[in-house]
């Protein structure tokens, strides 16, 4: 099993679009790439801990590549809006990448190079590609938000 970080805005759905995936094993939400220790969802609302709004998840990579997980991370936001997904706004909702090493960074810089030249965005990419940092879980009731509310998608 391998693991995978991403942000692209709100979790909910981020985490909902992951879950969808076969050989996605396990999924969840949490904060990553700030400087504050144990981080709660009101202080990393704050703007104040420089967290993003994350999804880790655990997949089998023998029925899914990270390249298939990099391809969803492209498809469910916009990775031109600087700290800003939909209505979302704050460097929490930023898009960024957390490679856990450097076979997962060439992945993601070289995933991000195609997206570039696709010719897909008027506007230039601002997507982090970041080393791995601390993952704060997210408190409980964030876990599967969407699919305990009986959703399928947010409001976006």
Not at 75 to 89: A, E, F, M, S, W
Not at 92 to 103: A, G, L, N, T
Not at 117 to 146: C, D, M, N, W
Request: glycine share 8%.
């Amino acid at each position: 099993m391998k693991t995978a970080i991403f942000g692209a805005g709100c979790f909910w759905g981020v985490e909902a679009a992951f879950q969808e995936i076969d050989g996605v094993i396990l999924t969840a939400v949490g904060y990553s790439g700030g400087h504050f220790e144990n981080p709660t969802y009101q202080d990393v609302c704050s703007g104040g801990t420089g967290h993003a709004e994350v999804v880790h998840v655990q997949f089998d990579d023998t029925k899914v590549s990270y390249e298939s997980l990099l391809n969803t991370f492209w498809k469910i936001h916009d990775p031109t809006t600087l700290n800003r997904q939909g209505p979302d706004v704050g460097s929490q909702y930023r898009s960024v990448i957390f490679y856990h090493d450097s076979e997962q960074e060439m992945l993601a810089r070289k995933s991000l190079a195609h997206q570039k030249t696709s010719g897909k965005y008027k506007r230039p990419i601002v997507t982090e590609i970041v080393a791995e940092s601390t993952f704060f879980r997210a408190e409980e009731y964030h876990q599967q938000y969407l699919k305990k509310q009986g959703s399928a998608h947010c409001r976006i």
